[in-house]
């Protein structure tokens, strides 16, 4: 299988989202064809200094595809998910606006004819990876968390509130899943960076719910989620629950090793957690 | 008149005041009119159907000598009898009438007013091309069957019943739940009198059990409507009890010592159980259990048992028993078949399903009441009493994505929670609202008791119920989170429990009820009344009327009024003894039948027989609906409906497009 | 406030919309920052419908939107209280009245003028642009992204795309005459 992925300014850089990534599709046999000469989608700033800036920035992507030749792109970071699909949606419903970004980057010498389909990374493991073959983490106890714009606005994927996309995932493919009320409560985003203190309850009071429920470690689907999550239990001097990336989980699933997945890149470890018999 | 003089139409355009006119040019309207072959004058008017605009017509006919006349105005649902009767009363045949309808069709639709005139001006031409076709006709009068058919055995259903019944009409109740009582039965308390409302409604009950004019069947649905208005032959199914009523004294033995007793109790909402063989509530009417059929041992299992048979003093339990079809004739159908609560487990952010101590408003109801799972103590699941409760206001309404209508109940019956708990528990109550409905009787005053009472309003809808807290001594607790925007902060309340106070819906079944009836129902599923301030207890279907929640959310004041008029509509009806049938029936011309019985096939009211002796169809007149599918299935066209024939459609049609 | 005032918010498309709220208060109370903000969603629109323009404009509400769309999943009447909150911050850039020296409207000014320069957005780049308006705050995320940097988490390098040129003539190309470079 082939996809046509869009890694994000924050994929390189993550608690081995790129390395999971990498590792399972490699196993998996995906082959990940990455839009040459990305350009940063704009996430949640540039819609709010310039709509047609912000849409063409995004839609460059989609005339970038259209010359790949796909007609679905993917990527891993929910930021870049919905704002892809904002852009999308805009363009298909207004047409002044699709006529307007179509003339700026034409003017880049980018033709844009089609729309592509926006996918997250989740849909396609959802799809790609096989059943649990081993009851190898069945003991280990994981709390799925989406963040807040995998499934709003659009609901397309699954319902806003208690999504069970990840759930039924990370179950299937061997792990212990305890449910719990946070699922889509918000880790603060890029707030939370900017406005420590005042935010840091939002992530607190997050990875205090998933322990609560009887989790011992975190799922993520997001860069900036995990960032959050990790480094706000970072400031604290005690042990913390690891937060992961479901790519990452799904790596163990398929037996590959901790190294090959940047697990050793989390600030909070998940060494011991993850030493299993 | 006859047609055999060449046609003489009038033509009267309507201003209907503002309605019609300016939007379409009526006086160039008219002017065209007067252009048209056949036509002798062409007038406009402010008010057709005034008296002076029909006077109008009359004096036309009788002084111009018209035989055809040409009203455009309204829809001919609002005025085509009015007409047709002015005609009439000119001595003219009403039939040699046609209506155009500019206004439903042209001014109200249409936003230019040059446009408006072209089609006002085409529709015209239209009705002109039909009315020089048409024929004189006769109407019929057939009798009434002088009974009554109540759908639906709550309040509305009970009360229609006991009205007509008490005008001296036998009526035939049918309820397809075990017992009458409806949604009424599982309240406890109503506002604002604060009556209980088993006590009020008990004795109704029981007078539509002993009323010798009612003819009670329970557990019992609706199966087939056939007849025509004054003439309704409905069938109906009579599910087995698997108990004989004749013979049942209702002691209740067998529902002690029936093994089965882990079933879901549907009364109590799912908060108890309750045995294979049952009756939903102490008070019952009447009070003879029915055998759910799916969990009884013998009937759903083929297992042995019989327990309850043998125990039976009476013998009055029949495992054979099989469902009977009634026939019964009446004249009118009062058709009162409630509502539901909406489910909220799709407004996920309210845990309900996901949270033990998250009730629906009918639960908690449940929980209230003397005869539920509780005793009528407000209890928690773990037995313990709430110190702290929240109720939700608008759930599921006022709210585009579920119900967009406000279900206006609600906010009394919230404010009624408020004090039963206040009473009950002395527990906290927080009542989180966006606005308070209290426009009835005494509803006002009942909201300000409330608030004597010490209930905290917030003025804030739920934005989310969690079990997560604040305060780790909350822990098992539910957070309510909202807005108090009345103190622009957020609140975050920890309560024991959260009552959810849903909106009403149409009750599960009443598309196929509409559907059986020919009842056509909004947007919401609620059944179309025929005029929503004018007429809101009749439909469109003569000899069909409408009580209670069926027609839209209502409270018990409201519905028992309607349905004491739903009833004073039908017994007028019944009274009367008469009605009066279209003259638009089928005719077959037995010269072009060629015997095929296509027609026969195609007739929903089995109003066309065989002639053996001549090889033709013929159309029983006091059946036929005159709908047409006869007429459209010949391949002769021997088949056709009076003052619907082909000539003058065609007519219609070619005066239209040219 | 004169009530003759002009709406500098009228050319927000489906901003009609806010017409339609019956002021529950489900914005406000699904909002994770709510208690930051000098007007909680609600009254934001609450203002605008009476024609408070100014309070609009100054307001550091649009400015405490997390995207999360919890609003607008809950909204009764369906309203996009997040998309609004964008096209608010649109305006109130292009008016020059966001608050000053507020953390957020500075961070996307870095944020933004990084994407023009370099097609990419480099965390650590960002971050010391932010720096040069907040320095206390950029200087007391040192440890962290000395972590980060141990990690391998930090880039210190600018990310690019090939033709940056390319991405700086888009933002020409999409710029507004009342644009603050």
């Known amino acids: 299988m082939k996809i046509c992925f869009y890694p994000g300014c924050s994929f390189a850089t993550s608690a081995g989202y790129r390395e999971s990534t990498e590792a399972v599709c490699r196993k998996l046999d995906i082959e990940l064809s990455q839009i040459p000469d990305w350009n940063c989608c704009g996430a949640t700033v540039m819609f709010g200094e310039n709509k047609l800036r912000a849409t063409a920035l995004a839609a460059r992507h989609f005339a970038l595809v259209q010359t790949m030749g796909f007609e679905e792109l993917v990527t891993g970071c929910n930021a870049c998910y919905a704002t892809l699909r904002k852009a999308a949606r805009l363009l298909a419903a207004d047409e002044e606006l699709f006529r307007k970004t179509r003339g700026v980057l034409q003017n880049l010498g980018l033709e844009l004819d089609r729309i592509p389909k926006i996918r997250h990374l989740l849909e396609v493991l959802v799809e790609a990876m096989p059943d649990s073959a081993s009851d190898k983490y069945k003991t280990l106890a994981v709390g799925a968390y989406y963040g807040c714009q995998l499934t709003r606005p659009d609901e397309e994927l699954d319902k806003g509130e208690h999504p069970q996309i990840l759930e039924h995932f990370l179950s299937r493919i061997g792990f212990s899943v305890k449910e719990h009320s946070a699922s889509t409560r918000c880790c603060g985003a890029s707030h939370a960076v900017i406005y420590k203190n005042e935010c840091q309850e939002l992530s607190t009071r997050i990875i205090r719910e998933i322990e609560n429920k009887g989790a011992q470690v975190i799922a993520t689907i997001c860069p900036l989620c995990q960032f959050n999550l990790d480094q706000a239990q970072s400031q604290n001097n005690g042990p913390g629950l690891p937060v992961t990336y479901f790519t990452q989980l799904a790596g163990l699933a398929l037996g590959l090793a901790p190294a090959e997945l940047g697990l050793n890149k989390l600030l909070i470890s998940a060494d011991k957690v993850l030493t299993r018999p | 008149m006859t047609t055999r003089n060449k046609p003489r139409i009038g033509v009267y355009i309507c201003h209907c005041g503002m309605n019609i006119a300016p939007k379409v040019d009526v006086e160039e309207v008219a002017r065209y009119c007067q252009t048209m072959d056949h036509v002798t004058i062409a007038r406009d008017y402010k008010f057709m159907c005034s008296n002076p605009g029909q006077d109008m017509i009359i004096n036309d006919i009788k002084e111009l000598g018209l035989n055809r006349v040409v009203v455009a105005s309204c829809s001919p649902r609002m005025h085509e009898k009015t007409f047709r009767n002015a005609v009439r009363s000119a001595g003219l045949n009403p039939y040699y009438f046609q209506m155009a309808n500019i206004r439903e069709q042209v001014s109200w639709v249409t936003k230019d007013s040059r446009e408006a005139t072209e089609k006002a001006k085409s529709l015209v031409a239209a009705a002109v091309g039909r009315v020089f076709f048409h024929q004189p006709l006769d109407t019929r009068q057939v009798t009434v069957t002088k009974s009554m058919l109540v759908i639906g055995g709550g309040i509305a259903g009970m009360q229609a019943a006991l009205t007509s019944a008490n005008a001296g009409y036998q009526v035939y109740l049918v309820e397809r739940e ?451 599918s006869c007429a459209a299935a010949c391949p002769s066209s021997a088949a056709g409906v009076k003052h619907f024939t082909d000539k003058q459609v065609m007519g219609e049609i070619e005066a239209l497009l040219m | 406030m004169s009530q003759n005032d002009i709406n500098p918010f009228s050319a927000i498309a489906h901003l009609e919309r806010i017409n339609q709220c019956i002021q529950c208060g489900t914005c406000s109370g699904s909002c994770p920052l709510a208690d930051l903000m000098d007007h909680a969603p609600r009254e934001l629109f609450a203002l605008l419908r009476e024609g408070a323009y100014d309070e609009v404009l100054h307001s550091n509400t649009p400015w405490f939107c997390v995207s999360c769309y919890a609003c607008m999943v809950r909204c009764p009447r369906e309203i996009p209280v997040t998309d609004l909150m964008y096209a608010f911050k649109e305006v109130i850039t292009q008016q020059g009245t966001a608050p000053k020296n507020h953390k957020m409207p500075d961070m996307y000014q870095a944020f933004s003028r990084s994407i023009k320069d370099t097609g990419k957005i480099t965390e650590s780049l960002v971050m010391a642009r932010y720096g040069m308006k907040h320095p206390v705050d950029a200087l007391k995320n040192i440890p962290l992204a000395v972590k980060m940097l141990m990690r391998g988490r930090l880039e210190l390098k600018a990310q690019k795309v090939a033709a940056p040129k390319a991405i700086a003539r888009l933002f020409a190309l999409t710029e507004i005459p009342q644009d603050k470079p």
């Open chain 2, 178 to 628: 075990p017992s009458i009582g409806g949604h009424m039965a599982k309240f406890d308390k109503t506002f604002p009198t604060l009556d209980c409302a088993a006590c009020i409604m008990t004795p109704k009950m029981v007078d539509v059990l002993q009323h010798p004019g009612i003819t009670l069947y329970t557990w019992s649905e609706v199966e087939k409507v056939e007849g025509f208005i004054g003439n309704f032959e409905v069938t109906v199914k009579k599910k087995p009890r698997y108990v004989d009523e004749k013979k049942c004294t209702g002691c209740g033995t067998c529902m002690q010592k029936c093994p089965t007793k882990k079933i879901l109790s549907e009364f109590n909402e799912g908060l108890s159980y309750r045995t294979a063989i049952y009756t939903p509530f102490p008070q019952a009417v009447p009070n003879v259990p029915v055998i759910d059929a799916t969990h009884c041992r013998v009937l759903g299992q083929n297992k042995k048992c019989g327990v309850c048979a043998k125990f039976c003093e009476t013998k009055a339990i029949d495992f054979d028993q099989k469902p009977e079809f009634v026939k019964i004739k009446a004249g009118a159908i009062i058709t009162a078949t409630g509502f539901q609560a909406v489910n909220p487990t799709s407004l996920e952010q309210y845990g309900y399903g996901r949270f033990p101590e998250v009730y629906t408003s009918l639960e908690f109801e449940r929980l209230n009441n003397a005869t539920g799972p509780t005793s009528g103590k407000v209890l928690m699941k773990n037995g313990k009493v709430p110190e702290r409760v929240a109720i939700i206001h608008c759930v599921g309404s006022r709210d585009t994505r579920h119900k967009k209508y406000c279900s206006r109940v609600c906010c009394m019956y919230s404010m009624k929670f408020a004090h039963l708990l206040r009473e009950k528990t002395g527990a906290e109550v927080w009542e989180f609202y966006i606005d308070i409905r209290s426009p009835g009787k005494l509803y006002e005053e009942f909201y300000n008791r409330v608030q004597e009472e010490g209930v905290r309003f917030v003025r804030g809808r739920v934005a989310e119920i969690t079990d997560m807290v604040e305060d780790p001594g909350d822990n098992g607790r539910l957070t309510v989170i909202a807005e108090s925007t009345l103190t622009r902060r957020t609140v975050r309340v920890p309560v024991d429990m959260v009552v959810l106070s849903v909106g009403l819906e149409p009750a599960r079944g009443s598309e196929d009820i509409g559907r059986l009836l020919g009842l056509s129902r909004d947007g919401d599923g609620w059944f179309n009344e025929l005029h929503a301030k004018l007429a809101p207890l009749a439909t469109p279907i003569n000899g069909i009327f409408l009580a209670g929640c069926c027609q839209g959310p209502k409270d018990i004041p409201d519905t028992v009024a309607q349905s004491m008029g739903a009833a004073g509509e039908a017994i007028a009806l019944l009274a009367k003894g008469i009605v009066t049938t279209q003259a638009e029936i089928s005719r077959i011309d037995p010269d072009l039948c060629s015997g095929c019985k296509s027609c026969i096939e195609s007739c929903t009211y089995s109003a066309i027989r065989f002639d053996e002796a001549r090889k033709v169809a013929v159309v029983n007149e006091a059946l036929c609906m005159g709908c047409g």
